[in-house]
């Protein structure tokens, strides 16, 4: 099966940056698209960005303007740079990666945003 691990998750003040990434190893011949989701608890599971191969992109409202998703496909790896984090963006983030019919998903990282 295809392997997903995300990284980059910690605790930072309101106003801050992190990075996350995510790889995905395995059997990969074509990766469809490439997503966050995030959880808070509580909360269902909502969709934060989403890559396509050929590099186009969406975003959640709440997102716009902060984030920004991007891939490298050589490494079938996916980033989602998070800037002026806010307290409500706190939740687990999860790494989504679609291989056609396939859906796989990242144990996930914690990302905290606190004073």
């Known amino acids: 099966q295809v392997q997903v691990v995300e990284s980059g998750g910690g605790l930072v003040q309101p106003g801050g940056s992190l990075r996350l990434s995510c790889a995905a190893s395995g059997s990969i011949f074509n990766i469809n698209a490439m997503s966050w989701f995030r959880q808070a608890p509580g909360k269902e599971r909502e969709l934060v960005a989403v890559?396509?191969?050929?590099?186009?992109?969406n975003y959640a409202d709440s997102a716009k303007g902060r984030f920004t998703i991007s891939r490298d496909n050589a490494k079938n790896t996916v980033y989602l740079q998070m800037n002026s984090l806010k307290p409500e963006d706190t939740a687990v983030y999860y790494c989504k990666v679609v291989v056609a019919p396939d859906t796989y998903w990242g144990q996930g990282t914690q990302v905290t945003v606190s004073s």
């Open positions: 890559i396509a191969k050929g590099g186009s992109t």
